[in-house]
């Protein structure tokens, strides 16, 4: 089954419309909002990944950032620390597994392939160490850890029934 046959794209785009519609703001204002933290999208462009739910966390990030919204407290250290966005991803995925020290990234790759996650474990924990996640795979990666970080964007109930609709996938 490919990514767009599951339900994670769009508890994606609904996370990113939930935050743009509490913001009052449209796809033009975003465009040209992120134009202010160096990220050149056309109104068009946005629409169309959103609406397909093909975004990565910096993005999502960077979308919190630019119109206000408001943001887990967990992630406040993360997402004000200098850097890369992709850099500040990776900080959001630390402060999360912080919940679970035990835990490392290849287990949580782990538990989200056994989600029914598309990609290889060394595949998802490479996004995870380099900050590349995607949303779709983020918020795979909230179930796998429990945390309802993005309760204000999406019910946790929604995420957990998304897992409970992929086939688990063998362990290896």
Known sequence: MSEAGTP?????????????????FSYAQLSEALSSVGVRESERSLA??????????????????????????????????PGTWEQR??????????????????????????????????????HLA???????EFLQCLVALGSSSLEHYVDYEDLAAAAQAAPARPLA
């Open 8 to 24: 994670w794209p769009n508890l994606a785009s609904r996370v990113v419309r939930v935050a743009l519609a509490r913001k009052d």
């Open 48 to 81: 169309s990944r959103v609406s397909r739910g093909r975004i990565k966390l910096c993005l999502l990030l960077q979308i919190f950032s630019v119109t206000g919204a408001k943001m887990p407290a967990l992630w406040a250290g993360p997402l004000s620390m």
């Open 130 to 136: 380099q900050g590349t996640i995607t949303l779709p």
């Open 89 to 126: 991803a990776k900080a959001v995925v630390a402060s999360e597994l912080s919940r679970q020290p035990r835990l490392t990234l290849e287990e949580l790759a782990h538990r989200m392939t056994r989600l029914g996650a598309e990609l290889t474990e060394h595949t998802l924990a490479s």
